[in-house]
């Protein structure tokens, strides 16, 4: 029988440290020294008794194997089964799950880990979830299961532990716990967003350049490509069973994967795959992968990727400045800094800990499952190794070597850049850091060539990654707010002017990171990513310079609403989804039939008609702008009324542009508002079955036309963040 030792925990000056250093968003706040030149100790946590039943002699084998990875300190082995067994006389492990026990029983395993276990250590949980039980939250319903809490031992909300899960069969486990020698030279990253445009897709991409790897991007399925990888990217959509693209399509199922001859680490940014007994990390595992990361929870809202661009940006600035660290440690540390630049997280974790449930909205929510989802399964020392001269993925026309500071009379910075007859798309990436006390307020002009093609506004651009035309983000650093933005410059040839000025706030500063990428020409079909999708309609990045193509166009037909003096537009043919489809739920989470009762409805004495089957909203493709042609009406009103809602926190009105027969046209705004709050105005609020969305609360809203008189030719959407209902024509 293994010994078992009881370590003592981190004392109060090393705490200190690690607090210090996370106020200013260090490299280090997992221990006090550097993690890249001292070995961090691995303490492993079994419940022997379950294992002997579990693999019979074969644990031998998975003991041998825990006993090179200790380097025989054998003394590293605590059985958490026993000592449980011991106190209370009954078995750690969980008989299946959902179980009214696991977090009692999991609350009982970190304390007492906590007097055993040396912060900054990485834990490895050798078994599956019964035998060694994962913790069960439930966040406004949304029910998940996750071990994140074992990284933090002291209970304080802010993990300092790294903790990983091996599990498997016999010879699976080994694999994990004796790692992969040998370089990794060789990464894939299966893009369901645009890597030239996508924040995420792209710095993972450009850190694995950097490190010597030779990087493929792929938009569709590639067998070949998965197979000789050493590291597998994913940025899309999830479940416990695939991973695929923006369109469904898959890129792996858990019953095709291919035999993974390089023992890869896998990266999974999509939705939901970790649940207990998870298909997809069991088939991983057993195709060949020895580390995998990913969430197990759900995304809600309607920003894509809003849950994790912040903790990619921590992960990959982390792992830069400590290369030789871990994976688990690594993922460990960006989580603490996550926490630490969210303020009132921390507590929030330590009740979700306590407890197992919290009541928690919008932004809040988002920032706690961010913080909590997020695991290791795998191999405890994977690394992501330098591994020689770094790789270019695209060409840089220009790439800023030293910080630039506006502020003052220094409002305003001005470079160029040459492009050729044979390149691709140009794109800036622009790297800016402002106070936090000036997040909301800067603005930032871009010229390019003596014209202005995009203002990047703090208030609206830089609280989550949101995909357009362009793609915004940045996350929190201590006192410094780091926004990020990706805008594709305008078609040209020769000597390009680029200008950035900082119309609005106190001060900015572009930091290295910004630069000019020009991508190969043929790198939409050399990637195989879609730009066209199922329907036909063409999807993808367009200049700023040309008008971008309309999304969802059709024509329109008067109906007759049974009430003097208003006409209804009938345009459900251009209705593209569901409801349903973007999570607000329903009686039958099918249609607009679960909540209205008929289809005439009215609101302050205007009649509108409703579709309640089927497709009974006009949204964009991608659950960003809203772009829409109606054609058609040619009719005359007074006023056009609409049944709208916003997305989550919606920070943009929709633009809208009512041309008329005379070639003329009215410019206006539809002002969008919260829905899952009923923020008002409310014209219809519905209490959805998704837990996290409570309402659905639908606006009424209202556009008066200049002049009465001109037939209305088309009505235009432009922009916003919204889902369009219905449109009734008032012509008394």
């Known amino acids: 029988m293994l010994g078992i030792s009881h370590f003592t925990k981190c004392s109060g000056t090393a705490l200190l440290l690690?607090?210090?250093?996370?106020?200013?968003?260090?490299?280090?706040?997992?221990?006090?020294?550097?993690?890249?030149?001292?070995?961090?100790?691995?303490?492993?946590?079994?419940?022997?008794?379950?294992?002997?039943?579990?693999?019979?002699?074969k644990q031998d084998l998975v003991l041998e194997a825990c006993r090179l990875l200790l380097k025989g300190k054998t003394e590293q082995i605590l059985d958490g089964g026993k000592a449980y067994e011991g106190q209370f006389g009954k078995a750690l492990g969980i008989e299946s799950y959902p179980s009214a026990e696991a977090n009692g029983k999991a609350r009982w395993l970190?304390?007492?880990?906590?007097?055993?276990?040396?912060?900054?250590?990485?834990?490895?949980?050798?078994?599956?979830?019964?035998?060694?039980?994962?913790?069960?939250?439930d966040l406004e319903g949304m029910q998940f299961t996750t071990d994140s809490p074992y990284s933090d031992l002291d209970g304080d909300g802010v993990p300092e532990t790294a903790v990983c899960r091996v599990l498997g069969p016999p010879e699976i486990m080994v694999r994990q716990l004796l790692g992969k020698g040998g370089s990794r030279s060789r990464a894939v990253i299966l893009c369901s967003e645009d890597t030239r445009i996508?924040?995420?897709?792209?710095?993972?991409?450009?850190?694995?350049?950097?490190?010597?790897?030779?990087?493929?991007?792929?938009?569709?399925?590639?067998?070949?490509?998965?197979?000789?990888?050493?590291?597998?990217?994913?940025?899309?959509?999830?479940?416990?069973?695939?991973?695929?693209?923006?369109?469904?399509?898959?890129?792996?199922?858990?019953?095709?994967?291919?035999?993974?001859?390089?023992?890869?680490?896998?990266?999974?940014?999509?939705?939901?795959?970790?649940?207990?007994?998870?298909?997809?990390?069991?088939?991983?595992?057993?195709?060949?992968?020895?580390?995998?990361?990913?969430?197990?929870?759900?995304?809600?809202?309607?920003t894509p990727a809003r849950f994790t661009n912040e903790l990619v940006e921590h992960f990959l600035r982390i792992h830069a400045e400590q290369p030789r660290s871990s994976i688990p440690l690594v993922l460990t540390t960006a989580r603490a800094a996550y926490i630490q630049g969210h303020p009132g997280l921390s507590d929030k974790l330590r009740q979700l800990a306590a407890t197992g449930k919290i009541v928690a909205f919008g932004e809040e929510l988002t920032d706690l499952l961010t913080a909590a989802e997020w695991v290791y399964y795998g191999d405890p020392r994977a690394v992501m190794p330098k591994i020689g001269s770094p790789k270019e993925m695209s060409r840089q026309a220009f790439s800023l070597a030293k910080s630039i500071h506006l502020n003052g009379t220094n409002r305003s910075w001005q470079t160029s850049f040459e492009t050729k007859p044979d390149d691709g798309q140009v794109t800036l990436a622009l790297y800016t850091e402002v106070p936090i006390s000036d997040r909301e307020r800067f603005s930032i002009s871009i010229r390019q060539s003596d014209k202005e093609i995009s203002v990047l506004d703090g208030l609206h651009d830089t609280v989550y990654q949101r995909i357009g035309r362009d793609c915004r983000g940045g996350y929190v650093c201590g006192d410094t707010y780091r926004a990020r933005f990706l805008l594709p410059l305008s078609d040209g040839q020769g000597q390009q002017q680029l200008e950035v000025r900082?119309?609005?706030?106190?001060?900015?500063?572009?930091?290295?990171?910004?630069?000019?990428?020009?991508?190969?020409?043929?790198?939409?079909?050399?990637?195989?990513?879609?730009?066209?999708?199922?329907?036909?309609?063409?999807?993808?990045?367009?200049?700023?310079?040309?008008?971008?193509?309309?999304?969802?166009?059709?024509?329109?037909?008067?109906?007759?609403?049974?009430?003097?003096?208003?006409?209804?537009?009938?345009?459900?043919?251009?209705?593209?989804?569901?409801?349903?489809?973007?999570?607000v739920?329903?009686?039958?989470?099918?249609?607009?039939?679960t909540w209205f009762s008929e289809d005439k409805v009215s609101d302050s004495g205007v009649p509108f008609l409703v579709e309640r089957t089927g497709n009974d909203v006009l949204v964009s493709e991608n659950n960003t702008q809203?772009?829409?042609?109606?054609?058609?009406?040619?009719?005359?009103?007074?006023?056009?009324?609409?049944?709208?809602?916003?997305?989550?926190?919606?920070?943009?009105?929709?633009?809208?542009?009512?041309?008329?027969?005379?070639?003329?046209?009215?410019?206006?705004?539809?002002?969008?508002?919260?829905?899952?709050?009923?923020?008002?105005?409310?014209?219809?609020?519905?209490?959805?079955?998704?837990?996290?969305?409570?309402?659905?609360?639908?606006?009424?809203?209202?556009?008066?036309?200049?002049?009465?008189?001109?037939?209305i030719a088309a009505i235009i959407s432009n922009s916003g963040t919204y889902g369009l209902i219905a449109i009734t024509l008032q012509q008394n």
């Open 198 to 302: 996508h924040l995420e897709t792209r710095a993972f991409a450009k850190h694995l350049a950097h490190l010597g790897c030779d990087v493929s991007i792929r938009g569709a399925r590639d067998d070949e490509a998965l197979t000789r990888s050493d590291f597998i990217i994913h940025f899309g959509h999830g479940e416990p069973s695939s991973i695929s693209n923006r369109f469904g399509e898959s890129f792996v199922t858990a019953s095709a994967i291919p035999t993974l001859s390089h023992s890869p680490i896998v990266f999974v940014d999509g939705c939901g795959t970790l649940p207990v007994g998870s298909p997809l990390l069991h088939s991983f595992l057993k195709q060949g992968a020895i580390g995998y990361v990913g969430s197990t929870a759900t995304v809600q809202g309607m």
């Open 110 to 137: 970190r304390e007492w880990l906590c007097a055993r276990v040396p912060q900054g250590s990485t834990i490895v949980l050798l078994g599956d979830e019964k035998s060694l039980p994962v913790w069960q939250f």
């Open 18 to 57: 690690i607090f210090i250093g996370l106020a200013t968003c260090p490299a280090l706040i997992l221990a006090r020294t550097d993690i890249g030149t001292t070995e961090k100790p691995i303490v492993i946590v079994t419940n022997q008794e379950d294992l002997v039943k579990r693999l019979g002699e």
């Open 585 to 593: 739920g329903g009686g039958d989470n099918a249609s607009f039939r």
């Open 626 to 711: 809203n772009v829409y042609e109606i054609k058609g009406i040619e009719a005359s009103a007074r006023a056009l009324h609409f049944l709208i809602w916003g997305y989550t926190y919606p920070r943009d009105s929709a633009r809208l542009q009512i041309t008329f027969g005379d070639g003329s046209s009215q410019e206006c705004e539809l002002p969008l508002s919260e829905w899952t709050r009923a923020v008002p105005p409310v014209a219809f609020d519905f209490e959805n079955t998704v837990p996290s969305f409570k309402h659905t609360a639908v606006a009424h809203q209202v556009v008066k036309i200049a002049d009465p008189e001109k037939k």
């Open 502 to 583: 900082l119309v609005k706030g106190m001060s900015a500063v572009l930091t290295p990171g910004t630069e000019v990428d020009v991508w190969p020409p043929d790198f939409e079909k050399k990637i195989g990513l879609r730009q066209v999708a199922p329907t036909g309609r063409p999807i993808g990045i367009r200049t700023p310079t040309r008008r971008e193509p309309i999304r969802v166009g059709g024509v329109a037909k008067l109906r007759s609403t049974g009430v003097p003096g208003f006409l209804a537009l009938d345009i459900s043919s251009m209705f593209n989804r569901p409801h349903s489809s973007i999570l």
